[in-house]
């Protein structure tokens, strides 16, 4: 199947600027993911997308994030003020196969300064 | 909440097979999920388990006991290629169907000649 696609690969930023990370998944899917990964650490659950509204969503996600999915294709991660702790892999994830398991994109990374 | 345990790193000789543990404690268990991670990339799925026993995928392996609250990945054959981080994934049905996966700290796993 044709892979997730997400971009920037690698953003660097200023603390309290705002980010937007992309990811292209097939259009057809219903359940899309947020995930990220700080540097040496496990990967962390953000907020899970179904049927173009949120699902589910962490405690990591407050008021500072939000995802759209614009255009019916795209799908957004924004990150209102940046701070330091946002530094991070960012994993967009989409659900495939009968088991359910989650198809990562290749990551966006982000580096607050 | 979730809680999963698996060992820091490991150390294996090419050729070799290396069994690397995971437990975990949850609620509304819908499944277990390996995955591999080299260092700098997304996670990619290896195997699923829902129901007791044994999955053989090729030179992988993985089992579960749902009362003991256990799996393990069964690595044989070992490359050199193997050498990345192996992490546990927990799945729960999330409120709107899908998998909201929950993923232990990972396994660094080292194959050496």
């Known amino acids: 199947e044709p892979e997730v696609t997400q971009t920037p690969s690698h953003q660097v930023t200023q603390m309290g600027q705002e980010v937007i990370l992309r990811c292209v998944p097939i259009?057809?899917?219903?359940?899309f993911y947020w995930y990220r990964q700080i540097l040496g650490q496990k990967v962390e659950f953000l907020v899970s997308?179904?049927?173009?509204?949120?699902?589910?969503k962490s405690e990591i996600f407050d008021d500072q994030f939000s995802v759209e999915r614009p255009d019916g294709s795209n799908f957004t991660l924004k990150i209102r003020s940046t701070k330091l702790e946002d530094s991070a892999m960012y994993f967009c994830?989409?659900?495939?196969?009968?088991?359910?398991?989650?198809?990562f994109g290749e990551g966006s990374r982000l580096t607050v300064l | 909440g979730q809680n999963i345990d698996q060992p820091t790193e490991m150390t294996a000789t090419e050729g070799a097979i290396v069994q690397i543990n995971c437990t975990y404690q949850?609620?509304?268990?819908?499944?277990l999920f390996w995955y591999q991670q080299h260092a700098g990339e997304a996670p990619t799925f290896l195997s699923y388990?829902?129901?007791?026993g044994l999955e053989e995928k090729g030179r992988f392996s993985s089992f579960l006991s749902r009362s003991k609250g256990y799996s393990y990945l069964l690595l044989k054959e070992l490359q050199m290629k193997d050498s990345a981080s192996y992490l546990c994934?927990?799945?729960?049905?999330?409120?709107?169907?899908?998998?909201?996966?929950?993923f232990g700290t990972g396994t660094q796993l080292k194959v050496e000649l």
């Open positions: 994830a989409r659900r495939q196969g009968l088991t359910g398991e989650l198809f």
């Open positions: 259009s057809n899917h219903l359940y």
């Open positions: 997308f179904y049927n173009n509204e949120i699902s589910e």
């Open positions: 949850t609620s509304g268990f819908n499944g």
């Open positions: 388990n829902v129901l007791d």
């Open positions: 994934a927990v799945a729960r049905l999330g409120s709107r169907g899908g998998n909201k996966l929950t």
